[in-house]
Nanobody, 116 residues
Framework: QVQLVEYGGGLVQPGGSLRLSCTASGSFLSRYVMGWYRQAPGNQRERVAIIGWGTTTTYADSVKGRFTISRDYAESTLYLQMNSLKPEDTAVYYC??????????WGQGTQVTVSS
């Protein structure tokens, strides 16, 4: 079992920045691929960024160059630095941990609203 808790959402103006954090607890955390997903009202949940073992990262085209995903193995924490935020980034952001054998886990989500 893995438990994920997100922090750091809020209201920010267009062009601003936010950093999301996700603290993880459980076993074998370093073996999971971890990522951030988001879901806006009326839309399907979409992948924002994932980070595999080491520093392998993948980003959605819509956030490339603006968002950075990172993980601190020692602190079992996943981060998403979001810069140059746009109104279309408004969504509930979810932390995810996935392993082909150990399972797929989600946090409860944190709201990010980009508005003036």
């Amino acid at each position: 079992q893995v438990q994920l808790v997100e922090y750091g959402g809020g209201l920010v103006q267009p062009g601003g920045s936010l950093r999301l954090s996700c603290t993880a607890s459980g076993s074998f955390l370093s073996r999971y691929v971890m990522g951030w997903y988001r879901q806006a009202p009326g839309n399907q949940r979409e992948r924002v960024a994932i980070i595999g073992w080491g520093t392998t990262t993948t980003y959605a085209d819509s956030v490339k160059g603006r968002f950075t995903i990172s993980r601190d193995y020692a602190e079992s924490t996943l981060y998403l630095q979001m810069n140059s935020l746009k109104p279309e980034d408004t969504a509930v952001y979810y932390c995810n941990a996935e392993h082909p054998q150990f399972g797929n886990y989600w946090g409860q989500g944190t709201q990010v609203t980009v508005s003036s």
